[in-house]
């Protein structure tokens, strides 16, 4: 079966020593056969040009087909800003504002982006958060200067107030935002 893993053999625990560390014979294990569940986070995405099929779990699965993350699908949806919205939304705002610049391609972008829909749940009320796709609207990135990506700001009264350059721990950007709340 190209490419589809439905069972692993692995040793069962009582086996293992516990006291040593040195290399042992897998062979002298009694192994058990161990099913994994699916998970909900992963789909197959169809192969474009193959009709080879490939059963698995009860299915049929096209064989070069991909297994794709959905895990972003998941995450809190914090509103993009581009710059027709971009005065109304931030500038304009009463409260506090976060806004991270970020791009598709950026690694360190969608390692901090979990930590910004956080900070959204945890500040809901208190602090409004969007992002801008410096892809999508350069003029605003170009406007504040951004040449590293992920950027957050703060913006306060219409105001850049503090800025932090790229993928931080999220305790960085707490002791940022509360001293604008």
Not at 78 to 103: G, M, N, Y
């Amino acid at each position: 079966m190209a490419g589809v893993l439905e069972t692993i053999t692995v040793p069962r625990a009582a086996a293992l020593p516990s006291a040593s560390l040195a290399p042992i014979a897998v062979s002298a294990f009694s192994s058990s056969r161990v099913r994994f569940s699916e998970f909900r986070g992963l789909k197959i995405q169809p192969a474009r040009s193959s009709s080879a099929t490939v059963r698995s779990n009860s299915r049929l699965v096209r064989r070069g087909s991909r297994i794709v993350c959905e895990a972003q699908d998941t995450a809190v949806v914090v509103p993009a800003v581009k710059d027709d919205t971009w005065q109304s939304l931030v500038l304009d705002c009463d409260s506090p504002v976060l806004v991270e610049f970020w791009a598709p391609w950026c690694g360190p972008c969608r390692i901090i982006h979990p930590v910004i829909d956080e900070l959204a749940k945890e500040y809901a009320g208190k602090l409004k958060c969007y992002k801008v796709n410096t892809d999508d609207s350069p003029g605003i990135a170009t406007r504040y200067g951004i040449r590293s990506i992920p950027t957050v700001m703060v913006f306060k009264n219409g105001e850049k107030k503090d800025t932090v350059i790229g993928a931080v721990p999220k305790q960085v950007l707490n002791t940022c935002i509360e001293k604008f709340l």
